[in-house]
């Protein structure tokens, strides 16, 4: 089945074209009746071709799908007559529905200005499949995540209560403490303190040095291999430097592992603790060994869902090109359609005066001809010709400015071009559909800005960033301005687009470049334009892009781009 647009080159390939999406779609006119369907929509639906034809009622495509089971289980008639209804009030809509066969199918209806709908069908079955996929996996390692938790928690507990029973057996002490002096004498230190350091006694009094001590177990080797002088002094230069420390040292044998943390005190002292953890780190270890299992399935588990993430951004990517590409089929109309106007006052005038030339033959013919007539007859057909004139010269104007924007957006091949007569055939092809808003917009763009780059995404830029404005910043209101200015950098271009509107909140200007968001989402918003935008300025030409806004102060793009994009 092939789409019917008309005659002509062009429209046979943009149909071609349009026939090979893999989103299927329908245009129903005001009166429900089918006016294009593409193969993707018949492949989708199982639609036999008597009913992908121009001129299908929407009541007969929906009695079919109900007779086969589209709709589920219940009276057919009524289901055609629910729907039939609400499809007559053409109310923009968005939902997904599970066919028969277990497919899923993401269906989207928008309303045409004119009457009619236009509505897309998507099979989402996939991403819906890995979607469930996601879930189940996140489902079951949280249970995980939870079940270590939970054995992480009853062992803190016991190692707790262990603790505790230890507080009270030695009178809520159980860390050895010491207290050093600013000169390096210790002061104080309890009899845990030569318990867990396996201290004789009389290096245990206040008066005793920490050079002592510290000499005292370097030599049985607390402190490991090495010469006992430079381990020594190693300690006394920590120690000088009056600052915290914590570390773990394990000591001679390896069974006991202390916990060491010093904390200086206002007066230039030192006060220190010291904990047996060798428990805590037992603990630990065989927390660790039970975890090796749970961090190679995490790390498994992680390298899918990164598949998973860059295939759904494979395919963000290709539909945000295809909505790009999408903006000629706006042009096309929006030019078909300011056509009809000097074409159908060529055609009238051609007829006047195809009417007067046929009378004045007549009344030449017979001799019945007066000077006044023929006077009449010359000045008729003159301004009759400069009609018709004035109309093919507005006509050809349109054409020749919607060639160009349309060979750049079908080719985008780079070129050298001039930036104004650029931006200008842009806004002279999108004025026809701007004119039924009252809106004004203004070019300041100087004349001698030539760049080397790609026409046909900048053009696309500027497409985006126009209608968005007229999209969103007037709303309410039966005024406004969009501005297009340009600064010329020396070897760059500054393009300014902005508007005198409604601004944004920053919660929303911080989301505005994430793709499929949009505050206009069922009302004429993609949630793409942005995110398209931004991926012409920062890939395609090479440049940067900024946004200022705020609540009643309107909008302003900001894009800076280098007359020659770069090589890629």
Known sequence: MTIELGEGAKLALLAQGLDQLDIGFTVFDGDLVLVAANSRFQQMLNFPDALCQPGITMQEALRYNATQGEYGPGDIDTQVRERLALAQQFLPHRFERTRPDGSIIEVCGTPLANGGMVTTYTDVTVPRQREHALQALSAELEQRVQDRTAELQRREAELANKAAL??????????????????LVIELCND???????LPAELCQPG??????????????????????????????????????????????????????????????????????????????????????????????????QATLETLQTSQEALARSAAKATLSTLVASVTHE????????????STCGDLAHRFAQQLDIGALKRSELIDFVAQMRDGSRLVERS???AVELVKNFKQVAADQASEQRRSFDLMAMVTEVVETLS??????????????????????YPGALGQVLINLINNAYLHAFEGRG?????????????????????????????????????FFSTKIGHGGTGLGTTIVENLVNGTLGGSLQVESAVGAGTRFKIRLPKQVPST
């Open 166 to 183: 230890l507080e009270l057996v030695v009178s809520n002490v159980n860390q050895g403490i010491s207290y050093t002096n600013a000169d």
């Open 192 to 198: 845990k303190f030569r318990e867990l350091l396996d």
């Open 208 to 305: 005793v040095s920490f050079v002592d001590l510290a000499r005292f177990n370097a030599l049985r080797g607390e402190y490991g291999p090495g010469d006992p002088d430079t381990l020594v002094q190693q300690r006394v230069d920590v120690a000088m430097r009056h600052l915290p420390y914590y570390f773990e040292r394990i000591r001679p044998g390896g069974d006991t592992t202390l916990e060491i943390l010093g904390t200086p005190t206002p007066d230039g002292g030192m006060v220190t603790t010291y904990m047996d953890i060798s428990e805590r780190k037992e603990a630990e270890n065989r927390i660790l060994k039970l975890n090796e299992t749970l961090e190679q399935r995490v790390a498994e588990r992680s390298v899918e869902l």
């Open 339 to 350: 056509l009809n106007t000097p074409l159908g006052n060529s055609l009238i005038a051609a």
């Open 392 to 394: 093919l010269h507005r």
């Open 432 to 453: 026809p559909s701007l004119k039924r808003y009252p809106q004004e917009l203004v070019v300041q763009v100087p004349e001698g800005i030539v760049l080397d780059s």
């Open 479 to 515: 005024d406004g301005r969009v501005e297009i200015a340009a600064i010329d950098l020396g070897e760059q271009v500054e393009i300014r687009v902005s508007d005198n509107g409604l601004g944004m909140s920053q919660a929303n200007l911080a989301q505005m470049f994430q793709p």
